[in-house]
């Protein structure tokens, strides 16, 4: 059974910068897709970044792109998400993901993910 925990997030002010974390465990593939999501309040999840493990392969939202930067620890099966130049638009519960299958190509869809973190909260200040 995959498990995943986060850790990071928080406040910022506008312009500043976090840096979230998500370990994974369980896994026996290294065939899979390992994403960000976020989910501001009373709206949908949707999808932030992800990256084909196998590949290193990665995908930007275009609200992100250009700010957040993924990067990973294989050794830790750990994947970051740098977030710079925060936006109060970007306030959300942030959610790491890892798909049931991989691929070459990040998979974007959110009915391939099965494993999900316990979320972190994401509040930026004007």
């Known amino acids: 059974q995959v498990h995943l925990v986060q850790s990071g997030g928080g406040l910022a002010q506008a312009g500043g910068s976090l840096r979230l974390s998500c370990a994974a465990s369980g896994h026996t593939s290294t065939d899979f897709t390992m994403s960000w999501w976020r989910q501001p309040p009373g709206k949908e999840r949707d999808i932030v970044a992800a990256i084909s493990w196998a590949t290193g392969n990665t995908t930007y939202s275009d609200s992100v792109k250009g700010r957040f930067i993924l990067s990973r620890d294989d050794a830790k099966t750990t994947l970051y998400l740098q977030m710079y130049n925060l936006k109060p638009e970007d306030t959300a519960d942030y959610y790491c993901?890892?798909?049931?299958?991989?691929?070459?190509?990040?998979?974007?869809?959110?009915?391939?993910?099965?494993?999900w973190g316990q979320g972190t909260p994401v509040r930026v200040a004007p």
């Open positions: 993901a890892v798909s049931r299958t991989g691929g070459d190509v990040p998979t974007e869809s959110i009915y391939d993910f099965a494993h």
